[in-house]
Every structure is written in C-alpha cells, then in structure tokens.
C-alpha cells in the first residue's frame, strides 16, 4: 500500500498570500488529521475529517480551513499569511479515526513564509 | 481542552544506559496514550501504545507505564543504541479516538 503522501513537499509565500496543502490518505483510509509542527511546540492539532465532515477542530484562528473530497484527499488552506505560519505542517490519516487506531503520517509540507 | 506536558525537551544518555521521559495530561477522559517517534528529517512514527485499562505495557528494549490517578504516562528506554536518537511525542487521545494531544516532544541523543 503506499503511504500518506503530501504535496508540495516545500513551499515558499510571502506575508498575506494564502496556501493550499494536499493529503492523500493511504488507501482505504477515512479519516484525515492535521498538524502544525514548529520548535518548542510539537505537534498542534489543526483538525480532522472523516467522510466530507470535520469532527474536530484545534485553537487555529479562522485563517487555517480544510475540506476532504469523496476519495478521503484532504487539502487545507491558509489565507493571508503570517510570519508566524512559518512550519512543517504534517497530515496524518487512519481508518476510521477511533479509539486505538495508528496514525500514519505524511512526510509534510514545509511553509516557509517571507 | 486536553493539555499534555512532556519532560525533559532534551536528553543526552550514553549509548547502553537507560532514558525516561515522562508526561502529564489534564483531561481524566483521556483514555489512549501513545508514543510517536520522529528521525530527523523523516515522518513520526507509532512505537508503543498503551490504554487505560493496563498500567504497563512493554516491547523489548521499551516500556511504557500508565498512571491514571496521577495522570501521567512515561516511556522508558533500556540499553539506548545510537539509532534511538530521535524526536519522541507522547500523546493523550480523547476518547471519541479522533482527536490528539500531543505533547512538546522530547529530543533524545544517545553518545556512543
């Protein structure tokens, strides 16, 4: 089975541009997760879908939206970017998103913001 | 919201000895709590799991331990080799499954 695959794998913007990340979850897979990950941080829950609908949202302002497709694909979109969005921000994907499933990671898409 | 706390952010060990990082979670709901491990420049990846109802959990050289009254959870690693260098998460799950906690990560190098 191939693995979660994110694109672009880099990414450059200038403040107050906006972006749009894609996530392919592993075949079969219903449930998409995403996360911002910066220094000192970890990992930040953004938010996760499950057939079309998101279940779960993290404490991100407005600016960060996400939408899944019928195929379980997963984009999410910033608009008017900040320096502070500057990081990996990585998809994750799982069966069906319950208690004791894995995760199985993308290899992310690195924002940088200028 | 869940809060988890991991410490320490950093931990140097020489290779053979053990390491312990430990973390702290807020929402007594939180009935999940697993392990990520993150090589440097790669994708994190699930090591070891452990659910409410078992209070240790092990798989050769690494164990994780579970204190629910207490609410906090380590792993602990024996006889580090240099390929346990990594970034490690801990993680509180909630218990609808779907949503993460994750917490700061701890960055582990083992000196040969």
């Known amino acids: 089975k191939a693995g979660v695959t994110q694109t672009p794998r880099y990414l450059i913007k200038t403040r107050g541009q906006q972006v749009t990340l894609s996530c392919s979850p592993i075949?079969?897979?219903?449930?998409v997760s995403w996360y911002q990950q910066t220094p000192g941080q970890g990992l930040q829950f953004l938010f996760e879908?499950?057939?079309?609908?998101?279940?779960n949202k993290g404490n991100f302002p407005g600016r960060f939206s996400g939408r899944q497709f019928s195929n379980s694909r997963s984009e999410m979109n910033v608009s008017t970017l900040e320096l502070g969005d500057s990081a990996l921000y990585l998809c994750?994907?799982?069966?069906?998103?319950?208690?004791?499933?894995?995760?199985?990671f993308g290899s992310g898409t690195q924002l940088s913001v200028l | 919201g869940e809060n988890v706390e991991q410490h320490p952010s950093t931990l140097s060990v020489q290779e053979g000895d053990s390491a312990v990082i430990k973390c702290t979670y807020s929402?007594?709901?939180?009935?999940?709590f697993p392990w990520y491990k993150q090589e440097l420049g790669k994708r994190p990846q699930l090591i070891i799991d452990?659910?409410?109802?078992?209070g240790e959990k092990k798989d050769q050289r690494i164990a994780v331990t579970l204190n629910k009254t207490a609410k906090h959870f380590s792993l602990h690693i024996t006889e580090t080799q240099p390929e346990d260098s990594a970034v490690y998460f801990c993680?509180?799950?909630?218990?609808?499954?779907?949503?993460?906690?994750f917490g700061t990560g701890t960055s582990l190098t083992v000196i040969p």
């Open positions: 994750a994907s799982s069966a069906t998103g319950t208690l004791n499933e894995k995760l199985f």
């Open positions: 075949s079969g897979h219903r449930s």
């Open positions: 879908y499950f057939s079309e609908t998101q279940r």
């Open positions: 929402d007594s709901a939180s009935n999940y």
């Open positions: 452990i659910r409410s109802n078992v």
């Open positions: 993680a509180a799950v909630s218990n609808t499954g779907n949503q993460f906690y």
